[in-house]
């Protein structure tokens, strides 16, 4: 018998000494608590405060007739002080029976112990529910980062700092929908399971429905859905949304990700940006209560205006290349100059990309709008006014990393599905990435699609960054992981 089998053992014999003094080892409803910081809060504000709380017990201390606990619930943690003459001789024998990792009740009086420490003393102690496995060894601050990706359950027991990401989290989401909500937008759901998929340069995951005896694809992006929307006069519209591509894992990139887009008619451009930097600011004050975001040990203000960079200065500035006019063996040879790996069905667009990642998106650390992309890379935007090589997209990067993408929206469906076209010839060529021709969706802008601004943001990237966050993994409660 393993030793952790002996561990579970142990605490089976428990829970029928439980059951033996009349105890549900899985109790029932136990209404009314009190969160832990609240009652701290209270108490330290001067309040008298007597107090119902429910939560796990983390540490046990002293033997005997008394005992102090830890009780831990979303909140925080509080000790808890239980004397056999509190809670009387049949109360302190269920104690007796518990274990790390127990679920516990108890109601009583808040004080100061001696040294200091504010405790609630327990007039009454209820069991809830029995654990059976032993906390890991070392629980207290679980710094195994596969273990607490496999088993985010025990990481947020042990964790109180990866508790509060997800809190933020939390907030953030909600703080995105108040923000657009106020703003006139309607949040709409489209479909996850699509015919064809689109809106996005990705490779996507691939399902049968035997039904229809078809294939259908897992959402890369959500944008082609929404503009159809936008033709059918729902003016406003967002969609936070779980998107799939089949891509590489990494600190940045996790096959199932959230993604925010809006899309707002008779728009541009510039109302994406000002969406952005209204947002990010409000959200980093409503979370952290500054516009001073620290990340990856770098501090930068996000309170607007942030600065506006072209794609071509940018990459003059520091990568020391000249972007106009390079053409694909150009590109191509740019990337065998910096040894760049590439594949030979990669179309110009995919190549710049390839080149920017490497030599201009890790010296973008201020929040920075780059704008002025060259049309291969980007065959849904508008193209610019002054410079038909060019569309009107940004994007917005925070700590070197892209967070966003935002075009003034190509509402002529005849360039529309032109550039789909040479896009769908990259795809049969063998480039994966490349978007493929989706003629419904083209239908629709031939209904007549108004002039509109849109935005993707990705929702994972910025908790990030406004929770301090090192990696996706760590704001995604359940990442994708490799088999054991």
Same mark, same amino acid.
């Given at each position: 018998?393993?030793?952790?089998?002996?561990?579970?053992?142990? #605490?089976?014999?428990?829970?029928?000494?439980?059951?033996?003094?009349? +105890?549900?080892?899985?109790?029932?409803?136990?209404?009314?608590?009190?969160?832990?910081?609240?009652? #701290?809060?209270?108490?330290?504000?001067?309040?008298?405060?007597?107090?119902?709380?429910?939560?796990?017990?983390?540490?046990?201390?002293?033997?005997?007739?008394?005992?102090?606990?830890?009780?831990?619930?979303?909140?925080?943690?509080?000790?808890?002080?239980?004397?056999?003459?509190?809670?009387?001789?049949?109360?302190?024998?269920?104690?007796?029976?518990?274990? %790390?990792?127990? +679920?516990?009740?108890?109601?009583?009086?808040?004080?100061?112990?001696?040294?200091?420490?504010?405790?609630?003393?327990?007039?009454?102690?209820?069991?809830?529910?029995k654990s059976l496995r032993p906390l890991p060894e070392k629980f207290h601050g679980l710094k195994d980062t596969e273990l607490r990706y496999r088993k985010r359950h025990l990481d947020l027991i042990a964790n109180e700092a990866s508790r509060e990401v997800f809190l933020k989290r939390a907030r953030i989401i909600s703080g995105i929908r108040r923000f657009l909500d106020e703003r006139g937008f309607v949040e709409v759901e489209t479909p996850v399971l699509q015919p064809i998929y689109?809106?996005?340069?990705?490779?996507?995951?691939?399902?049968?429905?035997?039904?229809?005896?078809?294939?259908?694809?897992?959402?890369?992006?959500?944008?082609?859905?929404?503009?159809?929307?936008?033709?059918?006069? %729902?003016? #406003?519209?967002?969609e936070l949304s779980k998107n799939f591509r089949n891509e590489g894992i990494d600190r940045f990139h996790n096959p199932e990700f959230t993604f925010m887009e809006c899309y707002q008619a008779f728009g541009d451009l510039s109302d994406m940006m000002d969406i952005v930097e209204g947002m990010v600011h409000r959200l980093a004050l409503d979370v952290n209560g500054t516009a001073e975001v620290t990340f990856a040990g770098r501090t930068v203000d996000v309170t607007p205006p942030w600065k506006r960079l072209s794609m071509r200065d940018a990459f003059r500035a520091f990568a020391g290349i000249e972007l106009q006019g390079k053409g694909l063996a150009d590109l191509r040879g740019v990337c065998d100059e910096l040894e760049i790996a590439y594949e030979a069905c990669m179309g110009p667009g995919n190549l710049i990309d390839q080149i920017f990642s490497r030599t201009v998106e890790p010296h973008l650390v201020d929040p920075v709008f780059l704008v002025d992309y060259p049309v291969e890379t980007t065959p849904l935007a508008r193209r610019h006014p002054e410079d038909p090589a060019l569309v009107q997209r940004f994007e917005p990067f925070l700590f070197g990393t892209e967070i966003g993408n935002a075009f003034t929206e190509l509402n002529d469906p005849l360039e529309q599905r032109r550039r789909l076209e040479e896009q769908s010839r990259l795809h049969e060529a063998g480039d994966e990435e490349a978007h493929v021709l989706d003629e419904d969706f083209v239908e629709a802008l031939e209904q007549g699609m108004p002039p509109a601004g849109g935005l993707g943001i990705g929702v994972d990237r910025l908790v990030m960054m406004l929770t301090g966050a090192e990696s996706i993994r760590d704001v995604i409660l359940f990442p994708q992981m490799r088999d054991e």
């Open positions: 018998m393993s030793e952790a089998d002996t561990y579970r053992q142990e #605490r089976i014999k428990k829970l029928e000494r439980l059951q033996a003094l009349g +105890v549900d080892p899985f109790g029932a409803r136990y209404a009314d608590t009190n969160p832990v910081r609240g009652i #701290r809060e209270r108490f330290e504000a001067g309040e008298a405060v007597s107090a119902k709380a429910a939560g796990r017990i983390l540490r046990i201390r002293g033997h005997g007739k008394a005992s102090f606990f830890d009780l831990s619930d979303r909140t925080g943690s509080i000790q808890v002080y239980i004397r056999k003459d509190s809670v009387g001789a049949e109360t302190y024998e269920v104690f007796k029976a518990t274990d %790390l990792g127990d +679920v516990v009740g108890v109601e009583g009086k808040v004080d100061r112990t001696r040294t200091g420490e504010v405790t609630l003393f327990a007039e009454t102690f209820t069991f809830l529910t689109g809106g996005a340069a990705a490779r996507p995951f691939v399902t049968r429905h035997h039904t229809l005896d078809r294939d259908l694809y897992l959402r890369i992006a959500d944008e082609l859905y929404l503009k159809r929307l936008l033709v059918g006069g %729902l003016e #406003r519209v967002f």
